[in-house]
């Protein structure tokens, strides 16, 4: 928060800043450093392993233009050796992952710094950056829609193979299933892949290249904001880069993957930092602080940007209701400051909302596409499992074939318990009882976790929020084993291999001898399992005091 020279000697509040304080974590010592690097390197290697095995493993086009290439070739004819060097990239990564935890735990006298998991993030990410789609076609999905919107189509009552036609090359990429169904993306999204459209044509690669930028500028909005973000709840910055901007599930899902997701994600936590900006915090019994310059201005930038980033998946609409919550909270905290900032955001929501839709000319008919991607169930979502698990049962006591009935209802259900607990999450947030970006982060959680199409890289719309503010709490070691375990739930095809069920027990026990023989390799020349004693973060002195006005206020909300 910017404080003028005047406010300062006119002690109107003391505003306490701990990240502010010079006695934060030291730098790693000698043997530290050096196995940190060790570590930051095998994740490098782990990302080759993956870049390389997307050549035969990866979800490529259908006219895969390896194929003409010497040596690479190989890869396309060998799909279990391809995988198997894939899955012994992700586990390598996981590993690697968890092993740079060790030197981003808040609690740590000497930790890793900032620059260095930038850097990290840089460093495991450009080897994924020119390679095949991995473990989903969706990007095919959106090359075709994109073209549908090039040609002045509407892509919300159309499928690929109407608009298109089956025999089109952007259309054979899209999988079976989603031929012939509406785009569920919003407008914003689908008119910048427009524009991409106009420079790739029918070119799968350069389409898929420029998709993969787009997913590019959401990581870096991510990467950006995180640490701003993790200072203004007194979470440190590296603990945040690590568990937001490292994280498995988003290196192989939002980059390698190329999903949408990150630049919804991206957009969201962009404009909550801008919204917070210029926001006093304030504990609660404090009195109110007044308005600081520009506040305002930046609350309705910062849910303009949030408004964009539902404009491509709308999932990030919820942010503005704990939004809302701080709004209300820096302000006097009663219910009728609940409303107003209610008010505000809707009305900048909404008028943000119909320029999009209007000024891209797709109108507000991908509001009725929301539930399209409710047509594929996965086994991971608790609602799908028992859906089938009671459908099953059914079926054995000869009660007839009710999955199907079965699996509207669960949705239903999980609808309305999502919107319960969000709800409740909400008054609790609005109560003190809870951070509102702690509540928005485990809202998006149920939420997503209630959906029928439940996919690993949806939960990164509740670790991202969570990685900001969680700190040393009990969401960041959830958020940590949740993100260890989804990444490695998938394979890089995101295909049963069609019963060949042999294959992936092969590539996953091939995968495991890989990465074994590597970390007994790497561990004999620096000791990287070993529990050597992590220091603890001294007391702090008192922090640095920021005076603003005539109460006392700290990083807590």
Known sequence: ??????????????????????????????????????????????ALFLALGSLGAGAVPVINPAQNVPVLSLFTRVTTVSLSIAIAGMLLMVIAWLLYGRYA???????????????????????LAFIPPLFSRDVYSYLAQSEIVHRGLDPYSLGPAQALGV?????????????????????????????????????????VMLQRGIALVGVALIIWSLPRLAKRF????????????????????????VHNEALGIGLMMAGLELGLRRLPIRVKGDSTPPFAPGELRYIALGATVMTLAATVKINAALALGFFGVMIARRW???????????????????????????????????????????????????????????????????????????????????LLVAAVITVHLLWRSFH????????LGVAMAVVMGMHVALHPWWMLWAVIPLAAAAGTS???????????????????????????????????????????????????????????PIPAMPQRAPATAVTVGSSTLDSRE
Request: contains cysteine.
């Open 1 to 46: 928060m910017a404080v003028s020279e005047r406010e300062r000697q006119a002690g109107r509040v003391t505003l306490t800043l701990p990240w502010l304080a010079d006695d934060g974590p030291a730098q790693l010592n000698t043997s530290e450093l050096r196995a940190l690097t060790t570590i930051r390197r095998l994740g490098t290697l782990g």
């Open 432 to 439: 003190w009882r809870l951070r509102p970006i702690i509540g």
């Open 332 to 414: 006097h905290g009663r219910f009728t400051d609940l409303l107003r900032a209610a008010a505000g955001l809707t009305v900048v929501f909404v008028t943000v909302m119909i320029a999009v839709c209007l000024g891209t000319g797709l109108g507000f008919g991908w509001i009725g596409a929301l539930g399209t991607p409710g047509m594929s169930r996965t086994l991971i979502s608790p609602a799908t499992l028992i859906g089938y698990l009671t459908g099953g049962i059914g079926i054995a006591f000869d009660l007839g074939v009710h999955t199907h009935a079965i699996m509207s209802i669960l949705s239903l259900l999980g």
């Open 234 to 257: 007194g979470v440190e910055p590296t603990t945040a880069l690590w568990l937001g901007g490292l994280n498995p599930l988003l290196i192989f899902h939002l980059v390698a993957g």
């Open 167 to 207: 025999g089109d090359p952007l259309t054979m990429g899209v999988s079976n299933v989603w031929r012939e169904t509406p785009a569920p993306y919003g407008p914003l999204f689908l008119e910048l892949g427009s524009w991409m459209s106009g420079i790739s044509g029918n070119h799968i690669v350069l389409g």
């Open 105 to 127: 735990r808040p609690a740590r006298a000497r930790m890793a710094t900032q620059a260095q998991t930038v850097r990290t993030v840089v460093m495991w990410l450009t080897p």
């Open 474 to 532: 009990r969401f960041r070691v959830a958020a940590t084993i949740g993100s260890a375990v989804l990444a490695v739930v998938i394979t890089p095809t995101g295909s049963p291999f069609d019963g060949r069920s042999f294959v992936l027990p092969q590539a996953y026990i091939a995968a495991i001898v890989v990465t074994v023989l590597t970390l007994l390799v790497v561990s004999r020349t620096v000791p990287l399992f070993t529990r050597a």
